[in-house]
């Protein structure tokens, strides 16, 4: 019955290889997002996808590539992971687009570059 | 300056201690506002919206003050059950579906 899942919730790796974090979401929502929480435990905005349609794009390197097959999924794919790359990455989902709308989260998924 | 700015504390109080929490927001034409709640380890889940009145939700209280751009959360009656970190959550107006979070106020409840 989980709301937001995603895959791994664990992810150890090296430099330079290319890994993929999988979101599902079966809230019905049309909206989701992926956000970043570095070491600091700062919570940023990478991408977020509306029925299919990337809407946001933040300041985020092209080794980060988002895709949307559907709108219950969001996958993230990271090419020539680095050192920086390391931190948790969450999913989310709102109802609608607009900001007003609660976002739930997944799990997250803890990333370490090494 | 950074869109939300939180004091990151830590507090630490007794049960049944009464504890506030301010956040100050940078943009003028944000319109949405939250107060989220996150586990260590876990994600963030939504405690409750902001309202420009103020809202109660139980031993919760919010407030919003739009001249100074100010937020407060209220939490009377402190359990052991609220040790977490409290997020400030706030849009940009123009922006759909943008939210910026505050690096969040931890909280421990002592017995």
């Known amino acids: 019955d989980t709301a937001v899942s995603q895959t791994p919730k664990y992810l150890v790796t090296q430099m330079g290889n290319d890994k993929s974090i999988k979101c599902e979401q079966n809230?019905?929502?049309?909206?989701m997002y992926w956000y970043k929480q570095d070491s600091k435990k700062f919570l940023k905005i990478m991408f977020s996808?509306?029925?299919?349609?990337?809407?946001i794009n933040e300041t985020v390197p092209n080794r980060f590539s988002p895709k949307s097959p559907d709108k219950a999924h969001l996958n993230l794919h990271i090419n020539s992971l680095e050192l920086g790359d390391s931190a948790v990455y969450f999913c989310?989902?709102?109802?609608?687009?607009?900001?007003?709308?609660?976002?739930?989260f997944g799990p997250g998924t803890r990333l370490t570059v090494t | 300056r950074k869109e939300v700015e939180q004091d990151p504390g830590p507090f630490n109080v007794p049960e049944g201690a009464t504890v506030a929490f301010n956040c100050t927001y940078s943009n003028s034409a944000s319109q949405s506002f939250f107060w989220y709640r996150q586990d260590c380890r876990k994600e963030p889940k939504l405690l409750m919206s902001v309202y420009s009145s103020g809202n109660e939700d139980g031993r919760f209280t919010a407030q919003l003050n739009r001249a100074s751009q100010y937020i407060s959360l209220l939490i009377r009656d402190s359990k052991l059950s609220d040790s977490a970190t409290y997020l400030c959550v706030v849009n940009r107006g123009s922006t759909l579906g943008r939210l910026y979070f505050g690096r969040g106020t931890q909280l421990t409840v002592w017995p």
């Open positions: 996808y509306n029925n299919k349609e990337l809407i």
């Open positions: 989310a989902s709102s109802q609608q687009l607009f900001s007003s709308y609660e976002q739930y």
């Open positions: 809230l019905g929502h049309d909206t």
